[in-house]
Structures are given as C-alpha cells and as structure tokens.
C-alpha cells in the first residue's frame, strides 16, 4: 500500500482539494483508496459527500481508542472509502498532548486494520502539531501542496525540517514524494517565478542524504479553475461535478503522474 | 483604542493580508496602528519588512513574561507598529496549555503596556487554539476574512460559537465588528451566490442577543489581484508596492469603511 500524507502549515493551499480529487482519480482508475480525514475542520469528508451523523464514529474516536478504523470507514464511490473527521478531533491535539507515543496512535491503529488499500490518503490539517505528526509517523511519502505565492518558499524550509526531524526519530522510512503546485495563477509573472524557485530548490538538494533528496516538484501544475471551488458545494469531486474542466483535466493527470513516479 | 482580532480558523482566506493593508492604510491615514503578528508563521511580521533577527524580542518573548510589549515592538513605516511573531510562537500552544488564565496572557500585558495607539489590529493563525484565544479574550472586535467559497460558510457556525463562548465567559465586551469578503473572484457565480448567503445570514441574525446581532458583511469587497500576492517578496504593503492597484482601492475603500463604521 502507498501512503501518503498531504500536509502544509500554511492554510488554504489545496491540500484538501488535492486530496479528494487525487483519491477520486486513483479510484476511478481502479484502485481501491482509503482517505482519512484528519482536519478537525473536515472539508475532506465535508467534500465526499461523507459528513457524519453524530453517531457516525470519526477518526477522533479510532485516535481515542473507542473504535477500531473499520467502523469509521465508509464507502464514498466505487474504490473509494473515507474515515471521516468531526469537530471533536479540535480536542484531541490537547487530549493527547500527554500520551507516551502519542505520535505514533495512528500508526498503531493502521497496523491494526484488516482492510487492505492500493492508496492511504491523509488530509492534514494547516498546522504541524499532533495531529499532522501522526499522519507524519504513520506514511512512506508526503505530498507538499503549495500556492506559488512569496510566502510558500518561505514556510518550506520549516517543512522541511519537520519532515527530517520526523525521519530521523520516528519514521526513518519518511520521504518527501512531491511538491504540487496548486492554484496556479496561469500567465501571472508570480507563479512562474515562485515555481521556479521551488524546482531549483529541489534540484539543489539532490544527492544529498536528506529525506527529500529525491523529491519532485510534479511537472503537473494544478491551475486556478472556479469549478474546484464549486464542486465541494455538491459533495461532488472534480470527475462527478465538472468532468471536462480544466480542474478535473490537471488532477486526472497529476493523478497518473503519481501512480507512474514520473516527473523524477 | 480600538482593538481588533481578524481571526478565522479556515486557512489562506487572507486574515494576513488584510491585518496589512488595513493596517498600513490607517496609519496613512495618520491613525496610530499596531499590528500584533499572533501567528507562529509570522507572515505579517514579514510582509511588513519586519523579520526578526534572532535576538530581538517577539511576541512569544512578551506572552511567557520575558520582555514587555514596547521591548517587542519596532516601528515599520510612518504611524505604523509591529509586535512581530517567530517560530518559538509554535511552542507556546504547548507550554501555555497548563498555565492558568492563560487565554488572558495577551490581554494583561497590553493592560500594562504604557504606549497608546488609535487601532490595534492582531493576525491570527489559522486555528481556534490558545494564540486565537489570546487575541479573542484581548480585544473588544473581531473581523472575520471570509473567501467566498462553499466551505467558508461551513466554518462560520464554528466561528461564531467560539465567539460565543469567549463573550459569555471571558470578555463581555467583544462583538463580531465585520465579515469581510476577500481573495473575491469578480465575475464568477460562486462568488456572488456564497456572498449573498453570509449577507443573508448576518441579516437573519439582527434583533438577537448575540455578539453578532450588530455585525456587519462590509460593503467592500477584497477582489482577487495579484498584486496583492506579489507585495510580501518585497516587505511592503499594496500601498508602497503598487498604489494605483484593484488591490490598493479595495483595501484603502474597507479602511475607510471600517473608520466611519458605514455598512451598519
Ligand atoms: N485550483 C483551484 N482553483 C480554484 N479554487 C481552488 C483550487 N484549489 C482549491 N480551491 C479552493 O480554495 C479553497 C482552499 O482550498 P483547500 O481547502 O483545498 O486548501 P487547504 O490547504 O486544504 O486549506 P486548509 O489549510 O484550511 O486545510 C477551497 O475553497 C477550495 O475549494
Ligand atoms: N485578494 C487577493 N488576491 C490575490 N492574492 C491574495 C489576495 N489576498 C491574499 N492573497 C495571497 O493569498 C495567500 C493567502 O493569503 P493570506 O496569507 O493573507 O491568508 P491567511 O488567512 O493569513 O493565511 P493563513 O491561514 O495561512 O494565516 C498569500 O500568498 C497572499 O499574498
Ligand atoms: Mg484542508
Ligand atoms: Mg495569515
């Protein structure tokens, strides 16, 4: 199973856009794909159709030992499921904050799961505590959505050093998979020269003994389209709402980007 | 002084942004402004040239009593302030969680601060953890940036309930004092029809006892612009970087708007 934990400190990036679209893609091409939802906020789950009635268990309650990840898992679509989020898992990052391994609970639990995937899916929520740490402990790869925006470069290195801390700790087999440009602002001088800057940054990194020494930015730029906005409001992805627009265009290809590793 | 949170836990809606360009508009104006940088990534510190060398005091330096605001704040441009932010912000969520009143921290040391200004306006990070709290418990407004997008009005409710909460048990006195409606993509129906929707919204809640019974959506839209992206890489605001920009008008019209209180 290729896992993977889509993560960024920085809000409003694509991490969950990418997500559910990447995972809708994935299952349409015939892999079965979990996504688990790990944003209190849980636009994720809000975004497959999948909000939870109070007595739906969360992932918050797998986190807490009250269930297991089968019983917060639902299927969305064909190859699809999705272990949803609720507003409780806001309490967990101070409910765990004392918890001997509290980042390694989702790794744990993970372990545990009888389900096998082709795809594990990890939304995380913009910050890089507890909750995206677990996600960080518990996966092979990290996608990094950015905005190529100024600030983007600038939260990078901190990133960065969050996932070599993580690698060298508790996750020695943590590596950077990719960098996925996201909301790019076709045509605009910005883009171009922020997402040049970030290719070269990686370029640079190569060959030496970091976890994102191997790292890709995708060549795959996921462009500024009004339909992936839209498409949320449905509880639709980008393939069920808006199949031919330039939104659901990029995402099937960064999608097969990821599956064949090219790019590298 | 009027003092104001622009707080919303949704991520990259432009709470940053706006701090900024609000802020620096006012201090053109010859208001008095001090920005308070609450978030960890300290983007205003840096949007507004400010980044802090390693010994100079921050705000996280002032909340855990090891300096005073005035040791933490540099002036930046004519009637312009800043407490700017650092990466040890990051570990306050976790050393303040066990002090007690720490939701109060913020508030105590500006009760002691000697310097007096026309508007304070705080950054916030995008959570609704103890550096929001901080900001919540310390100021008698809040400002929500607000994308017009689906799942802007999903946070809302979530917003508005830790609003609350701080008015009814920690600060009597705080009110929702505006929505403002940022990173507007002019011409697209999403925009039009989720903005409708949050006016509705504020219109259905007059007459209430809630601290957003008088809360206003304000007239001024902030349209997307790129210009307004392209002002960090350089440490300025819109106004030194590009005056005659949709993104100068817009942010120079809202703080007019925010001086004279029209909307209501
Ligand atoms: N390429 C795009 N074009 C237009 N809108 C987009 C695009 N990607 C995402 N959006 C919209 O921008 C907003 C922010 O995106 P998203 O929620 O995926 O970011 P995020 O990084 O998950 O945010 P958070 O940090 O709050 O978790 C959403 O309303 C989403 O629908
Ligand atoms: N109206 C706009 N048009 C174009 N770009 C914008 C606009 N407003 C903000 N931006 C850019 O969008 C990105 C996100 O904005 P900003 O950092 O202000 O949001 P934020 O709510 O403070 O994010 P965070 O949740 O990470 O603190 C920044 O790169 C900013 O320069
Ligand atoms: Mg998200
Ligand atoms: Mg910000």
Redesign the interface.
């Known amino acids: 199973m290729r896992s993977i934990a889509v993560m960024n400190?920085?809000?409003?990036?694509g991490k969950t856009t990418t997500v559910v679209n990447v995972g809708a893609a994935l299952a349409e091409s015939g892999l079965r794909v979990c996504v688990i939802d790990l944003d209190p906020?849980a636009?994720a789950t809000?975004?497959l159709g999948s909000d939870l009635r109070p007595e739906q268990p969360s992932i918050y309650h797998v986190l807490t030992g009250q269930h297991r990840l089968e019983e917060a898992r639902r299927q969305v679509a064909d190859n699809l499921w999705v272990v949803g989020s609720s507003?409780d898992l806001?309490a967990a990052?101070?409910e765990l904050?004392s918890v001997a391994g509290r980042e390694a609970i989702l790794r744990d639990k993970l372990g545990e799961d009888s389900q096998t995937f082709d795809y594990l899916l990890i939304d995380c929520?913009?910050?890089?505590?507890i909750l995206t740490l677990n996600a960080l402990v518990a996966v092979g790869e990290v996608f990094i959505p950015l905005?190529p925006?100024?600030?983007a470069l600038?939260?990078l290195s901190?990133l960065l050093e969050t996932i070599g801390r993580v690698a060298a700790r508790l996750n020695p087999r943590l590596k950077l998979g990719g960098v996925v440009l996201c909301m790019y602002?076709a045509n605009?001088r910005?883009a171009a020269e922020v997402s040049q800057d970030v290719v070269e940054f990686f370029q640079a990194a190569r060959g030496q003994s970091t976890p994102w020494a191997e790292a890709t930015v995708f060549q795959t730029r996921i462009r500024r389209n009004?339909r992936l906005?839209?498409a949320?409001?449905f509880g639709q992805s980008i393939f069920q709402y808006a199949r031919s627009s330039n939104g659901a265009e990029d995402y099937r290809e960064l999608a097969a980007e990821i599956r064949t590793g090219s790019g590298r």
């Open positions: 400190q920085k809000g409003g990036v906020q636009h809000l975004h507003l806001a990052e101070t904050a929520p913009p910050s890089l505590g905005q925006h100024f600030l600038h939260g901190k602002d605009t910005l009004i906005a839209e949320p409001s």
